[in-house]
């Protein structure tokens, strides 16, 4: 089945990952590194990130959860404090990409994302949100689980992004900066990448597609 749609995480993917800022934080404050990933990752289906992310809760709920859940790890840190920390950088290849991907394909979004913030990117500040805004109106689709009532890795919002696109999951390669959201993906039958780089990322994608980029 030939490749019809490409589908693209935002965060990590299009833009920088949270996961620097995280890290950065954590420094600053003392704490064990990637504690806030695992605080993200434990419960995965059920903790205070997953319920702000499906709009299950409100912003001032989160911060409350997200607080109870880090003490009882050790280290009290507020969900607003975390949420400041989500927007990422606009990666200007990637949207070099996307636009001539744009060309042949079609091209959607599959985003887990809060209420928070400017837009589907959660940007922080007007500038931040421009360049968010620019990079989304290029996509066919932009799915947010926070729009959608469901969230990465539940397989019905990547068959939600099929049917939005009328592809079938084979004929879809996605990409995406976390493991557990890629898995998915692959078990419907989607050709997956996993993003590590900015370059990384856009090589793997020219091989598989045979463009130069």
């Excluded at 920088?16 to 995965?44: C, H, M, V, W």
């Excluded at 009882?72 to 949420?83: I, K, L």
């Excluded at 959607?108 to 421009?130: D, F, I, W, Y």
Aim: with cysteine; proline share 5%; hydrophobic share 40%.
């Amino acid at each position: 089945m030939g490749i019809e749609a490409i589908l693209w995480d935002f965060g990590g993917v299009i833009t920088s990952s949270p996961f620097e800022a995280f890290t950065r934080y954590e420094t600053e404050q003392g704490l064990p590194k990637d504690f806030i990933r695992g605080i993200n990752s434990t419960n995965p289906d059920t903790n205070a990130w997953a319920q702000f992310e499906s709009s299950q809760v409100s912003l001032e709920k989160f911060d409350e959860l997200f607080l109870n859940e880090s003490t009882a790890a050790g280290h009290p840190v507020p969900g607003s404090e975390v949420v400041k920390l989500l927007a990422g950088n606009v990666r200007p290849k990637m949207v070099e990409v996307l636009k001539r991907c744009k060309q042949d394909y079609k091209i959607s979004c599959l985003t887990n994302n809060v209420r928070s913030g400017k837009g589907a990117g959660m940007s922080r500040s007007p500038e931040n949100a421009a360049e968010v805004e620019a990079a989304m109106a290029l996509f066919d689709h932009v799915l947010q689980s926070s729009k959608e009532g469901m969230r990465k890795p539940q397989p019905e919002f990547y068959l939600l992004a099929c049917e939005r696109m009328g592809v079938e999951p084979g004929q879809v390669i996605y990409l995406d900066d976390l493991g557990i959201n890629l898995k998915p993906a692959r078990q419907l039958g989607m050709t997956t990448i996993k993003v590590l780089s900015e370059d990384q990322a856009i090589a793997d994608l020219s091989e598989l597609l045979g463009i130069t980029f």
